[in-house]
Every structure is written in C-alpha cells, then in structure tokens.
Nanobody, 116 residues
Framework: QVQLVESGGGLVQAGGSLRLSCAASGMIFSTNVMGWYRQAPGKQRELVAT???????NYVDSVKERFTISRQNAKNTVFLQMDNLKPEDTAVYYC??????????WGQGTQVTVSS
C-alpha cells in the first residue's frame, strides 16, 4: 500500500503565498503521477495540478501563472507553490498518487483558507 502525508496548509490573506508538501511512502512504482486536487464546500473535488516522474506538468486554467507543482523523485515528494492566492482558492487540498493500472491513493487533506 501507499501512504501520503500532506503539510503546509493554513490561513493567508489574498495575494499571499503558501507551499504545500506531500510525502509518499510504501510500495511506490518508479513511474507514477503525483498531483494536487481540491474541494471547496458544496463543490466537487477538482484537479489543480499534476506532475509525472519525468516532470511533465498539467494545471487547471484557474491556477496557471500562479501555482507551480514540482517533485523530488528520490524522496517521493511533491510540492505545490501557491502564489497570488485568491479567496476562491479556499478549499481542502488533497495529494494524489496514481500508478500501475488502477492504483490511486489519497492523502488526508490540508485546509487552505484565503481571506479577502
């Protein structure tokens, strides 16, 4: 199995920055995709950004030019640098790792709150 532990959430004013981290442990394949998703109250969980082991990234349009996803493959860790945060970024942010045919694992989530 795979375990994911997130950290770095918190409260920040609009225009501020936060950096999320997620460390994966367990049976991790050499090829995988790690990413961040978020869920705001009353809304469905949505993709924020993903990154492959080769470094290919993908972002939802609403965070492009503001968020940056990166990873350290040797430590099975993924980061999300969030700059110029907006109140609409307020959500619980979840780390995800996908590998193999159908393996998909989730962290426990970390709250990000952006005040206006």
């Amino acid at each position: 199995q795979v375990q994911l532990v997130e950290s770095g959430g918190g409260l920040v004013q609009a225009g501020g920055s936060l950096r999320l981290s997620c460390a994966a442990s367990g049976m991790i394949f050499s090829t995988n995709v790690m990413g961040w998703y978020r869920q705001a109250p009353g809304k469905q969980r949505e993709l924020v950004a993903t990154i492959t082991t080769r470094g290919t990234t993908n972002y939802v349009d609403s965070v492009k030019e503001r968020f940056t996803i990166s990873r350290q493959n040797a430590k099975n860790t993924v980061f999300l640098q969030m700059d110029n945060l907006k109140p609409e970024d307020t959500a619980v942010y979840y780390c995800n790792l996908m590998q193999g045919i159908s393996g998909s694992y989730w962290g426990q989530g970390t709250q990000v709150t952006v005040s206006s």
